[in-house]
């Protein structure tokens, strides 16, 4: 079977792997990867904030990544953990600045995981 690229089955076979395969680590931070590329974006950290800035979606992508993170810290080595909630603190700090009214400190999003962020 040839694929519209020309790509053969076998090639692509050899590009994918099983999720069977992937290690639970890998599988929690690209997780935690796409959470934070889509928060960046909502809070109108991407090319065209304008159109793209939407906090209320943001608010609720930056709570369930510092869910995760909360729960997966334990069960990921200490340089993944660290990495995964610098990069949540700065969301949680780039939604500060982008809201005009902006939350109580302990308030904001993934805060009541997080503690306070000022």
Known sequence: MRFEDGASEATVADVTRDIADVAAVEVITTTAVHLMSAAAVKCGLAD???SQQDLDE???LINALAGLITAAAPEVSDMHARS???GLRSL???FREAS???DAIGQ???EKW???VS
């Open 48 to 50: 065209d904030p304008e």
């Open 58 to 60: 943001a608010r609720k």
């Open 84 to 86: 995964l909630r610098d």
């Open 92 to 94: 949680q700090l780039a």
């Open 100 to 102: 005009t009214v902006p």
């Open 108 to 110: 904001g999003p993934g």
């Open 114 to 116: 997080t503690g306070p």
